[in-house]
């Protein structure tokens, strides 16, 4: 099974520069998020949809945009890109059961802005 | 509001030592679930576990144990005899009802050999 799989892996970007990071679930899970990862700041949530056709934002929303295109995909969009944006982006999914919520993550994209 | 305190930023060991990483969380909620992630140098999140707010029980895998206890709001991560292959960062994490993780800022675990 893929899992959750996020494209691209790694990427520069210019500073004001636009990019999409894709991602696609294969688990037919409902519930899908973004995260970013900082040195020394753990994980934090950008944005997540809870099903098809709703997004909501997270902690850190400011300068992302999201968009859930079916069940399976949802994607994270830099619209002008800035260095402070410079991290590391994880996709995840889940099923929210009655038994709990169990988070399963992409493998990341790398991504740089200078 | 829901947050995770890891305490320990790094710890290094001697392997087949024993290593105990701390949680500590807060909620206002009695419905939540602690989690326990491993992120090995490769860079992806792997899940280890998830504990329901009203199963205290304690759960042992192989070399890995946790200890859930809601007195101290606490849930620990034991490996046994540690190895090599134990490297890597592990965050704790508490989700409230069926919302959204919130992540603790990860201890870094150095096993040498």
């Known amino acids: 099974n893929a899992g959750v799989t996020q494209t691209p892996k790694f990427q520069v970007l210019k500073t004001g520069q636009s990019m999409t990071l894709q991602c696609a679930q294969d688990m037919n899970h409902n519930s899908m998020y973004w995260y970013r990862q900082d040195p020394g700041m753990g994980l934090r949530l950008i944005y997540y949809s809870a099903s098809e056709g709703t997004t909501d934002k997270g902690e850190v929303p400011n300068g992302y945009n999201v968009s859930r295109l079916n069940k399976r995909e949802f994607s994270l969009r830099l619209e002008s890109a800035a260095p402070s944006q410079t991290s590391v982006y994880f996709c995840a999914s889940s099923e929210v059961k009655r038994t709990g919520n169990t988070i399963y993550f992409g493998e990341g994209s790398w991504l740089t802005v200078v | 509001a829901q947050k995770v305190t890891q305490a320990q930023t790094e710890i290094s060991v001697v392997e087949k030592e024993d290593v105990t990483l701390d949680c500590v969380y807060e909620?206002?909620?009695?419905?939540?679930?602690l989690f326990w992630y491993k992120q090995p140098p490769s860079g992806e999140l792997v899940f280890l576990i998830r504990?329901?707010?009203?199963?205290?029980q304690n759960e042992i895998s192989g070399r890995y144990s946790w200890n859930f206890q809601k007195s101290t709001s606490s849930f620990n991560f034991t490996i046994t005899a540690s190895q090599v292959v134990d490297s890597a960062v592990y965050f704790c994490?508490?989700?409230?009802?069926?919302?959204?993780?919130?992540f603790g800022k990860g201890t870094m675990l150095l096993v040498s050999p």
């Open positions: 994490a508490l989700s409230e009802g069926y919302s959204t993780l919130t």
């Open positions: 909620t206002r909620d009695t419905t939540y679930y």
């Open positions: 504990r329901n707010s009203f199963d205290e």
